[in-house]
T-cell receptor, first 112, second 116 residues
Framework: EDKVVQSPLSLVVHEGDTVTLNCSYEVTNFRSLLWYKQEKKAPTFLFMLTSSGIEKKSGRLSSILDKKELFSILNITATQTGDSAIYLCAVVVDNAGNMLTFGGGTRLMVKP | GAVVSQHPSRVICKSGTSVKIECRSLDFQATTMFWYRQFPKQSLMLMATSNEGSKATYEQGVEKDKFLINHASLTLSTLTVTSAHPEDSSFYIC????????????FGQGTRLTVV
């Protein structure tokens, strides 16, 4: 059975801190890994990773994939209260590239 | 960018009634759409895969007679919660991807269903 595990489950930090969110996976047919941010409604897309060792960066957020060790990390530097959200990791597991298996999410709270 | 529109965003219904949720891909064709359910403080749980022109594929434990899915066109999938009960109250989200491999999934805005 395909499995995607995120850690920690929840995290409380203060503004300005740096956080690292983890996502490990065990799937039979890995295609790509996606990170999403979910606030009050639907998830919004952050990154898609397909190749090992290539960092993707967007402002204060960055992410990297390790296909040998089967995990990805999402880094957020200089956190702000607006970063408070649930961060979801999902793995694409079918050849057509359609089906996502989600991790349980990490709930991040950034305090002023 | 691609947009997936979901409607309604919020619905309250009485026990025993049915509720239909629509998911539309606005600027691309989606032969496959996905329906997720999310409980408070939990992640997204895949309910079913909606296939255009054929029957939906349901995940284990999801009642297909209760959650009816219809994908009649390349841009529209509907989820009907039949004979709703309070335990069906949840957040339902649809998603779709473009035909080509390598693009992210686009999500609808989600529908918060409350059954009273």
């Amino acid at each position: 059975e395909d499995k995607v595990v995120q850690s920690p489950l929840s995290l409380v930090v203060h503004e300005g801190d740096t956080v690292t969110l983890n996502c490990s996976y065990e799937v039979t047919n890995f295609r790509s890994l996606l990170w999403y941010k979910q606030e009050k409604k639907a998830p919004t897309f952050l990154f898609m990773l397909t190749s090992s060792g290539i960092e993707k960066k967007s402002g204060r957020l960055s992410s990297i994939l390790d296909k040998k060790e089967l995990f990805s990390i999402l880094n957020i530097t200089a956190t702000q209260t607006g970063d408070s959200a649930i961060y979801l990791c999902a793995v694409v597991v079918d050849n057509a590239g359609n089906m996502l298996t989600f991790g349980g999410g990490t709930r991040l709270m950034v305090k002023p | 960018g691609a947009v997936v529109s979901q409607h309604p965003s919020r619905v309250i219904c009485k026990s025993g009634t049915s509720v239909k949720i629509e998911c539309r891909s606005l600027d691309f064709q989606a032969t496959t759409m996905f329906w997720y359910r999310q409980f408070p403080k939990q992640s997204l749980m895949l309910m079913a895969t909606s296939n255009e022109g054929s029957k939906a594929t349901y995940e284990q434990g999801v009642e297909k007679d209760k959650f009816l899915i219809n994908h009649a066109s390349l841009t529209l999938s509907t989820l009907t919660v039949t004979s709703a009960h309070p335990e069906d109250s949840s957040f339902y989200i649809c998603s779709a991807r473009r035909q080509l491999l390598g693009t992210e999934a686009f999500f609808g805005q989600g529908t918060r269903l409350t059954v009273v």
